[in-house]
């Protein structure tokens, strides 16, 4: 039974490093869409300053009851001039959601003051989760 | 599209039962794995199919309902929301499950485990990503117009 106990653990941990490795290629091609093209959706940014790429849809509850709040406080408690937050309705622009690579929502991409993409969160990011992200890319 | 749709305010559903549900499917199927018994898996197949057709029935999320809530361990989780794309999720589980359970009975253990690990990544992508494969899934043949698959997903302000 041991082998299976550990033959389990580790297939959970395959699972989990898969995920990761995905989220990062996800992070890494939109690095580099970005950098061949620049994005409209950052276009008008002031330079300098980091941005969350926040991408919802009408019809996500958890987007409007968890990840807007938390926004809306990062956005309170930083200010304008330490981050920028970009609102992105996947419904609307579809093709903006493809370049991205997003297929859920709520779905935020942390962009460094140079508007590189660096972490995203598929899911809701706390306050906390973003305010750390934030501090990991200044 | 289809969009049959009653007021937004009659759809609810509780995703602390849904999560509860998921818990006891994934940890179910990996304990099947350790101890190689597949009528487990078989079992989680059974729960999951009569769950979808008579959701009442659903065993794991009665255990949330009739021991979890009411002593306070977990906390309800009600939100505007389509239970039949779910329930669709959970059917697409429960046949992956009896496929699996066929591949044992036909003594291709590799497949059978195969098919129940696949499950327990869908079901954990959904516990721990809030990702449900199975709803994009519904709610994308409702986009196609697909007969049986009426539910638009509810608007609300984002």
């Known amino acids: 039974m041991l082998d299976r106990v550990l033959l389990a653990a580790v297939l959970v941990m395959l699972g989990v490093i898969g995920w990761i490795a995905f989220n990062r290629l996800s992070v890494r091609r939109a690095a580099h869409t970005v950098a061949k093209n620049p994005d409209p959706l950052l276009a008008g940014l002031a330079e300098g300053v980091p941005v969350v790429l926040y991408f919802t849809t009408p019809t996500c509850a958890p987007c409007r009851t968890l990840q807007r709040p938390a926004l809306n406080k990062l956005q309170t408690m930083l200010g304008t001039d330490k981050v920028q937050i970009v609102q992105v309705d996947a419904t609307e622009q579809p093709d903006a959601a493809d370049r991205w690579g997003v297929f859920s929502a709520p779905t935020t991409f942390i962009l460094d003051k140079y508007h590189v993409p660096r972490q995203i969160n598929r899911g809701v990011a706390s306050f906390e989760t973003l305010t750390q992200q934030l501090a990991q890319v200044v | ?158």
């Not at chain 2, 487990?40 to 794991?60: D, E, K, W």
Request: hydrophobic share 55%; net charge positive; proline share 6%.
């Open chain 2, 1 to 158: 599209m289809n969009n049959v749709n009653n007021p937004a305010n009659d759809r609810k559903v509780d995703h602390s039962a849904l999560r509860t549900n998921q818990a006891f499917i994934i940890g179910l199927l990996i304990l099947a794995f350790i101890l190689n018994i597949w009528p487990l898996v078989a079992y989680v197949a059974a729960v999951m199919l009569i769950g979808t057709a008579v959701p009442s029935a659903a065993q794991f999320k009665l255990v949330y309902f009739r021991i979890l809530k009411p002593r306070g361990l977990v906390k309800p989780d009600v939100k505007t929301d389509n239970p039949e794309p779910h329930m669709f999720a959970q059917l697409v589980g429960g046949l992956f499950l009896t496929a699996s359970t066929l591949a044992f009975v036909l003594r291709v253990p590799v497949v059978g485990w195969g098919l129940a690990w696949f499950v327990v990544a869908l079901a954990a992508l959904n516990l721990f990503a809030g990702i449900c494969v199975g709803c994009i899934m519904y709610y994308q043949l409702n986009r196609l117009g697909v007969s049986g698959f009426s539910r638009a997903p509810i608007q609300s302000k984002s």
